[in-house]
């Protein structure tokens, strides 16, 4: 058995991606798994690093939206196709599994070629071009979201990484607020923005830091690798401890009992699992996806949603502080999220690409 995954480019698309691996080498330590990707994708480090195959195709980047441009994209595909076909035919695939991305479209095409039962899964919530595409060519279609507009798609989440997948918050927590130099029993928000940190969180928080320090509430910062921030903590009151990147995200959500935090869909994705009630501010770019990923788990009861504009401090102390600063509502927005979440949607992948697989073998 050979599974060839086509998701590179951003860590939204390699990171479910490997998670799928990793659950298909739990379970068969023998499977053949190659990913596509790109020279300039996050895959060229990511892939390896995981010990995994990575064969590299020409980069086509797909409009998001029909425009002219996309009538230009078949003639930039051809080559694209004829060497993700080649890797399909080297590694003898038994299943091409697509995450969306620059690789995934001809991933698709060159599937269907040669008749190699595929399977997608859509992150989020709106799906992009190569998704609706290669949905067209199966049945078996995985969604992140209840919400998704993918016909015929099954609601299975995002596949994550074990260690997020397994997190026992209440185990760790004291290991992990040691680590930070957290108090172990004082209310804790942690705040990040991605991996370079975001502006608009770090002023806002920023502005409110004396506040949420006065009412006892302890902050774990990721600023981002080249935002300065610096917060003085009151002697003997509570820290806020500010870091410029967060290598153990699983120490960090054990420590944390609420977060402010952008709304990608890996990151809906891992609070909801782990039961973090959280509070959404959505890239105020791009399609408005981000505001559908966290709508469900706002309207299941496991977090807040507020727009870039209006993340002010008078909202912080008005809609995180008496959150944070109550512990029954913690507990309730938490047991939401987790109710709403889901751990196990990488064996859920597994089991589709199984069915997609034997579903190829029967007659005709």
């Known amino acids: 058995m050979h599974v060839v995954l086509a998701g590179g480019g951003t860590a939204g698309h390699i990171e479910p991606a490997l998670a799928l691996a990793d659950a298909l080498r739990r379970q068969n330590p023998n499977v053949g798994i190659t990913a596509l990707g790109t020279a300039k994708g996050l895959e060229t480090k990511l892939v390896p690093a995981r010990g995994y195959e990575l064969a590299l195709i020409p980069a086509v980047p797909l ?4 425009t002219p441009e996309l009538m230009t994209v078949p003639g930039r595909l051809r080559g694209t196709i004829r060497e993700a076909a080649a890797v399909l035919e080297r590694t003898q695939a038994s299943c091409l599994v697509g995450f969306g991305g620059y690789v995934a479209l001809p991933g698709y095409l060159a599937a269907k070629r040669q008749g190699v039962p595929t399977v997608v899964h859509e992150a989020n919530a709106r799906p992009g071009l190569a998704n609706k595409i290669g949905a067209r060519y199966t049945r078996f279609v995985a969604v992140s979201t209840p919400d998704s507009k993918l016909r015929g798609a099954r609601y299975i989440g995002i596949p994550l990484r074990r260690a997020i997948a397994t997190l026992d918050r209440n185990a760790l927590r004291d290991e992990a607020r040691a680590m930070f130099g957290l108090d172990p029993m ?45 917060i003085d903590s009151p002697p003997g009151g509570p820290a806020y401890v500010v870091v410029p990147y967060l290598d153990r995200m699983d120490l960090a959500y054990a420590a944390a009992d609420m977060v402010l935090c952008r709304a990608g869909a890996m990151t809906c994705a891992e609070l909801a699992a782990v039961g973090l009630p959280a509070a959404y501010v959505p890239l105020p770019i791009g399609n408005g996806e981000q505001r559908l990923n966290a709508q469900p788990v706002v309207k299941a009861g496991g977090g807040l949603l507020v727009d870039d504009a209006d993340l002010t401090p008078d909202w912080i102390r008005s809609s995180v502080l008496p959150v944070l600063t109550d512990a029954r509502r913690l507990h309730d927005m938490g047991k939401a999220a987790a109710e709403f979440g889901r751990r196990d949607a990488d064996e859920e ?7 997609a697989i034997a579903a190829a073998r029967l007659p005709q």
């Open 63 to 66: 409009p998001r939206k029909p």
């Open 186 to 230: 004082r209310p804790t928000l942690l705040v990040f923005g991605g991996s370079q940190g975001a502006r608009r969180l770090n002023e806002t928080l920023a502005a409110t830091a004396r506040q949420l320090l006065a009412e006892g509430v302890q902050v774990l910062h990721a600023a981002g690798p080249n935002n300065e921030l610096k």
């Open 349 to 355: 992948l597994v089991r589709m690409v199984h069915e």
